[in-house]
């Protein structure tokens, strides 16, 4: 028998509490997740930062790639009898599925915003380069790894087979979802997947939902608006991910800095530093090394790298207010020169963080990021786009709501001399 | 307001998925919770290798230690009006309950075993150390930190307090049990922790149930039995386990063989290889410091410690089978022999290990390590001792059970020429 | 000590499946529940003929009712240390949540609808009349039944007792959502109602939200629009009362027709059907009655009574298409002669059912049946009105959704002559 | 197509909150449904009087039945690849799922006891009799009817398919475990039943489980043991049932007597009471029947009757003691005594009711009701019966554990005066 069609000669499972069992029959998956590079992601968190607020949120994108994995088993399931399905896609989704989330590296929304990396990059590399879980590609087809690497990039000719794993209702955000509210706790996140997956059906290119699912399909849009501001956008976590961030920054600056000697060199992150990463070098940096580094670094001579580290590690953060840049940015700029007189080198001690969310949105051709709909099938065979239907998704469809912070170390500022003119200028404006 | 009374100006809640929310009013436990001491729960893992068998089990100890405070809380509310019970003992509960964990180090089975350490020892050392523990708890009182460390110690005159931490129906055990089912998915470990709550009184120096509560603690009892063997015992994990140990042995062994050369010297083990640990080198070692050098020594020189390390961080486990070395201990001095002519060395190679329970026991006086019994209380006043009522806790009750597995490494063996008699001898054993 | 204050020697608890237990400590409470009337409502199903469409629905309004007490027994509980709150009023508020829907009939909708009932009146009618429910209420003070029935009636001088039972988030509906949602089996309707009763403040005469809850709330609105949709207006059940109200309204006119005999005399009707219901006949019509009455009506004379009833039992219901009578007007005559035409009574054979919800609104004075808005409450003390926070709120706020549905039997009409113009024509319009 | 074959065009699902979903898509069971016999199980309740002690227990036993055939479903489902299945058994064995509580009356357990019936010979009589249920079954093939009779029976030919719907793991225990807790609420009766759906195997005339299943199967039978001594036997429940037993008894004593009128006559029962009970008789009375009768009786002249039924509408129980017969039979006829010496007739208000389960049991041959015991399957193919393998199953196996209570009316007893010797008398003896 061909590797593409090996079963194993009995079915495997994994116990995972949002699923309750994860089913494994085929040898190439279970040969996949045996990786180095596929185990490599329980040393990565799947919400980095977020569980020094909801402590239970330390689950690891191995988890999570598990997960989708299984959803999309399930609907590939239920397509069997599809007369629009072809079957012989199945095992490049359950690949793609399973991979998609390959080539997060820690915290990853910190890492891609201060050294401009693009996990999705590195998921391809991983799959395309030489590694494990290439070798158990190409003994599927030599043109298998980059067939995987196509559906994760979205380019791939069956567009229904990319829609499974990136689309506004796909098994990426249904597994997240639930598995994110399981393990924070919050009673968000939660909706009837059983019954969108019974309702889901492929149409040509895209995955449509027969119309009877509508409520269910509302359901899992609130559920996904719910999340992003009661948990992901979660300013104690963001506050966290500032403080990460000023780390990386720090230790960069001090590394190209000549006259700095570091205690600890900075070994597994100069090629960051140098922005000349290769795979090798990114698949050794895991959420473990980093946390390494900065529990060190908080003895390192360097004072800022040295107390930001120990924010991190001991959970010290900033506080915030919220703070529109665009309405006081001459506060903003009256702040930082106080805080540059008050010795708090506003560099590393202050910064606006604004997060935004798009809960649903309809196609818009042209725009930068354009985002498939998500369209009901009627009985007689008519689609209509989802917020054409539900008030509520029209409420929320295609509005950005944002929100920014201003993140500021307040025992620094508390620790200032009563007499300091700067600390009454920052406490002033603090205030509002 | 003296500071053992300081109540918060607002009640604030940790998301829980267990309890829901855990509540504090408290200041000084508040302030706990905030020490680095407490904080560096978070990168200890509260079911050390597990995750590799589970993999939700990522929960770590600080989520346990507040799931313990949050019970002990609760049963102190319902204390209120109880006339048996003392007010004045509630802090000191309160703050033996949130750290009674706290000298856990990373994998703490494993540690203590090759290191002959004790976690309850350090626990025992921070509170009362120079720490930010004991700053918070000093500022109660100046014995109040010998008062919280006592509790912990079951040393304290209060055996009521005590029994609280530590009984067979104790605030740990309710929390571990629950908490562990959640995280790993598994249905057992579900009781009925509010009916136990409300039927639990304190009598003189023990935790009493109340009579009509006995089907709630028989219930609690059987899941203690099932996570015993399905999750805590479970043989991959514990294939994870000796690995680990044997990492450690080898590690130690070539530290103090003179001439072998670390790439990557074990700093942070040093101490623990000396057997001379202070508590400052105690709590600098975590779970993601043992990771970095687990890493790291994935490239060491000494192919032994290399491989070893591989196995570990790529969860490439050893394979076991059962094999009850009392009755089999000829056959397995010949493996180790055949183990060593096949130039696999059975001291890192090979091991036997062994479980055992023991799900429920009432009194021996004289016994090592004796146990209270739980007591039901009947409305005549009259004491009952569990097992004397309930026949399925009689027939575990004191009855220890054991499970022997010997672990090996099944693709070294696979491995070795076809035309070995080592290999012969090796696999004809293991069919046994 | 006065009944007013008498405590039960033990707390009692009933078990729940929604909020696990319910407590009981008042003596006047526990009485209240072992009244005739209230245990009445045992024979009451909480969702009438929703348990046609959701088997799991067979819930009992008694359900319901102790429900409403434990949520406003745990909000009094909060209440305790708030200033604003008197604690005098907390027996009225347990007892008004305990009786809130005492007067509650079989099928209360289809009932009220057909008999011009209000069951708020019937509820007033018990409190007040000569019932044990009276006469344990006068124990506690002459006047405390008119006070009970002040605040279920909404008249009650303390505004803020009347909120906790009716008001856009109050405990009757916390109670119901989760409880269907629960019954039914469906996943919506769940929200975190411990989070919300934790940020309810009693503020002057209404009941506030910090406005930290504001999530939580919205979801609350969320869960309630789904229930409605979902659950609430389902047409299956909307098809069974449709048949329902058919039965009585047949009944009705055989009862008043003088040459009818019924086989079995509606003695339980009569009064109904005369309109002249005193409360102890109202009481002595629960749902076991009615059925009795429709499984021997099964076989009476007279086909239309018999077949209806016949579907109602065995639950044949009539099927149904959109069909909103505003724009089909003319077909509905045509369609309505068709079926006179063919012999099938349109009277009782053909209904347009509109169901429509409004899913919050906020204050619109001088509007029939004002609604109070839901307020937060900022830390400065400033008090805004839910929608105007809330996207997704303000999106539904204040509009009404109407759905509409055409009620016939199509075995009916399939069983006419192929031949029949009338069924060709009946057809046609059906088809759209 | 064959009716047999019959697919429906899409398939229909009942939402469940136990199973969350339960499929059809064989019309013949579609067919069955709609049927008015099984429709009329809506309106028995699965659990009799329990929901008198446990308020959500109102479920039917229309649900369990769907509930059974769902799992049934799903093991098929599961059995598609083993070459020991028999595919061509698939249908009568949803069938004899659907319907294997078809001939379950009100009240079952007390109808039965009073009146010599047994309501597995009324299943039969339904499937076989002329019934709409017949007329769906014959459809399939004329002997169909009575296949589907001899499963439920136990005397069909193929073993395996009788060990699916009654051996001591069956679909039946399966669905009534989980779903009883999960109406009552209580904690016990959960058990991972997906994983024993997936550890079953067809082995020639029986289902075993594999050896790697024991601890699921363990489970199962301790919340079975749980949940017969919590909820089935609880002693609220048992005063209901005695009360019934009563008020039946008394009713056909008043029927039998020549000399009693009633108001309301019997006319539902009289076939009962004169133990000549046709099938068309039988389906006539269901709960609501039942209660109809109770609850005008509540008014009937004779004191007795009137009284009983006002206990059992009103839920003003009897009280209980502990009272074994054996060891207080002398005791047990002086209260006999002193009950007619104070007018209060014992025949009517005093009962020992004695419950007694025998959670698990292995073969014993010859023994009246021979249980089949569960077998685990061993990799190498060898079978051991289960209590051999685990210690707690061993401890409860074979072992009836009965509990007796003495019921009486308290209150009567109360309202004796004070001086007589009586009331004395019997207060002594309850006193024990």
């Known amino acids: 028998m061909p590797y593409r069609d090996e079963q194993l000669t009995e079915e495997k499972v994994f116990k995972d509490p949002v699923h309750r069992y994860i089913h494994v029959r085929d040898r190439v998956i279970w040969d996949l997740v045996g990786t180095a590079e596929f185990q490599r992601l329980r040393r990565v968190k799947q919400l980095g930062t977020t569980n020094l607020t909801f402590h239970g949120a330390e689950h690891s994108r191995f988890n999570h790639s598990l997960g989708v994995y299984e959803i999309v088993r399930r609907i590939l ?13 199945r095992l490049v989704c359950l690949c793609a599925a399973l991979l998609h989330d390959l080539g997060h590296g820690p915290f990853s929304h910190s890492f891609e915003k201060v050294f401009d990396l693009d996990h999705e990059e590195f998921t391809r590399a991983i799959i395309l380069g030489d590694t494990e879980v290439n070798a ?9 790894p980059q067939d995987v690497a196509d559906v994760i990039n979205k380019t791939y000719a069956n567009k229904l087979v990319v829609s499974l794993i990136s689309s506004q209702i796909d098994a ?18 939660y909706f009837d997947m059983e019954r969108i997956l019974r309702v889901m059906r492929p149409l040509e290119d895209q995955l449509v939902i027969k119309e009877s699912g509508m409520h269910a399909v509302e359901d899992y849009i609130m559920s996904r608006y719910q999340m992003y501001w009661q948990v992901y956008f979660h300013p104690v976590t963001r506050s966290a991910e500032v403080i990460l961030t000023k780390i990386l920054h720090r230790a960069m600056h001090l590394y190209h800095s000549e006259k700095y000697q570091f205690s600890l060199k900075p070994l597994h992150f100069e090629s960051f530093f140098n922005k000349e ?17 900065f529990q060190i670094w908080q003895e390192e001579e360097d004072e800022i790298l040295a107390n930001l580290c120990r924010r991190f590690v001991n959970r010290d953060l900033f506080k915030y207010i919220e703070f529109d840049p665009g309405n006081r940015y001459r506060e903003l700029i009256e702040l930082k020169e106080a ?3 008050a010795g708090i080198d506003p560099t590393y001690y202050l910064e606006v963080d604004s997060s935004s969310d798009l809960p649903y949105d309809f196609y818009r051709p042209g ?9 009901l099938l009627f009985p007689n065979g008519e689609l209509k786009e989802l917020s054409r239907l539900s008030d509520i998704v029209e409420a929320i469809s295609g509005k950005k709501r944002t929100d920014h912070k201003l993140y500021f170390p307040k025992d620094l500022i508390e620790q200032l001399p009563e007499e300091s003119q700067a ?4 406490l002033e404006i603090l205030r509002g």
């Open 367 to 375: 725009e930068e990021e354009e985002r498939l709909p998500i369209h």
């Open 423 to 426: 600390k009454k200028r920052i």
């Open 136 to 144: 158990v590609l190409r003994r599927v087809d030599e043109g298998f």
């Open 172 to 189: 990426d955000r249904m597994d997240y979802l639930q598995r994110d509210a399981y393990f924070t706790g919050v009673s968000y996140g």
């Open 339 to 341: 805080f540059a007189e």
């Open 277 to 293: 990463i290769s795979v090798e070098d990114y698949l050794k940096l895991d959420e473990n090394i980093v946390y390494y580094y």
């Open 77 to 89: 399931e239920n397509f069997r009898d599809q007369p629009e399905w072809d079957p012989s896609e």
